[in-house]
């Protein structure tokens, strides 16, 4: 008998909680919330968007072009030039089929660049193109 409660009390003391498969799961799911989250892209610097009494956020907006106040044309925070702005954009098309153009430009920027870039965007098969601005 004593022998029994000997072997009991040494295996109470062994047991213990294996933290191994816990550990594995919240790494799968950390893993698949990164995978599978959303990144805010930018499209390479700060522009002064004009405000609009109708501005609606535009959710899945993935291409983001920029128009400086001077004309400089921005995408994933390069410097393009007018005529690589539509290879640009159907290259980000083709990685991700669903994506939209949203225009950021300056209020100060011409109507001439932005009219090139909607051009351009739509020569590159995006139709679903918007131009960013500020709610007022």
Do not use: C
């Amino acid at each position: 008998m004593r022998h029994l409660n000997q072997m009991l009390q040494d295996q109470d003391e062994k047991e213990e909680i294996d933290m191994t498969p816990m550990l594995d799961v919240v790494f799968i799911l950390l893993i698949f919330f990164i995978v599978t989250a959303s990144f805010v892209k930018e499209a390479g610097i700060d522009v002064n968007r004009p405000e609009a009494a109708t501005a609606v956020k535009k959710e899945r907006a993935n291409i983001l072009v920029a128009i400086s106040d001077k004309g400089d044309i921005w995408i994933n925070k390069r410097k393009v030039d007018i005529r690589s702005v539509q290879a640009n954009i159907e290259r980000l098309k083709a990685e991700n089929p669903q994506g939209t153009v949203v225009i950021q430009a300056d209020k100060k920027s011409t109507t001439d660049t932005l009219i090139k870039v909607m051009d351009s965007a739509r020569a590159a098969g995006v139709y679903d193109v918007s131009i960013a601005a500020q709610e007022a």
